[in-house]
């Protein structure tokens, strides 16, 4: 039986508030037009339809590789998220405006979730050392990412207690 694959979505409340107003103004647009219920209706089924095809379209590379690593394919899935780390470092604004962009209120951007994942799947092919290397860029380039730290943490206690696990044998 393949073991599960640990998932982590971090939620960012303040960036809710961009997605509310963003449908509220649809709501406000439609009526404005129509003056009736079927207008806000309107504006609302807009703002559905624009949330459900940005998460959809825009990180497409990302949701890939989040489907390769569930389904244990994590060769694969390296190479989806090695190309939405780059997709988002060459259209960075889509990334820090994620919340109306794509109507995503991740804490977490999309490049930094990308290099956490690249190093998850290298750790799940037994190629720790690639791992800590990503882990490593991932402080680089994002400081305060908890998921880095954490995970080279738990990498840094298995080798000190592996080493001393080789020096009872």
Same mark, same amino acid.
């Given at each position: 039986m393949?073991?599960? /694959?640990?998932? /982590?979505?971090?939620?960012?409340?303040?960036?809710?508030?961009?997605?509310f107003a963003a449908l509220?103004? +649809?709501i406000l647009v439609g009526w404005c037009f129509t003056r009736s219920e079927n207008g806000m209706l309107a504006g609302?089924? +807009?703002?559905? /339809?624009?949330s459900l095809a940005a998460r959809q379209l825009i990180p497409s590379d990302h949701r890939r590789g989040v489907r390769q690593s569930l389904s244990q394919q994590y060769e694969q899935a390296i190479h989806s998220h090695k190309a939405s780390y780059n997709f988002f470092t060459r259209h960075?604004?889509?990334d820090r405006y994620r919340s109306i962009t794509m109507m995503s209120p991740s804490a977490m951007s999309f490049r930094e979730m990308a290099? /956490?994942?690249?190093?998850f799947a290298y750790s799940q092919i037994g190629n720790g050392e690639k791992a800590k290397e990503y882990y490593l860029r991932t402080l680089d380039e994002f400081p305060e990412s908890g998921m880095a730290s954490s995970a080279l943490r738990m990498i840094e206690s298995a080798q000190q207690s592996s080493v001393?696990?080789?020096?009872?044998?």
């Open positions: 393949p073991q599960r /694959v640990p998932t /982590v979505s971090q939620i960012s409340w303040p960036a809710t508030i961009p997605q509220g103004l +649809a609302a089924s +807009a703002y559905l /339809v624009y960075s604004w889509l290099l /956490v994942n690249i190093a001393k696990q080789g020096l009872k044998d």
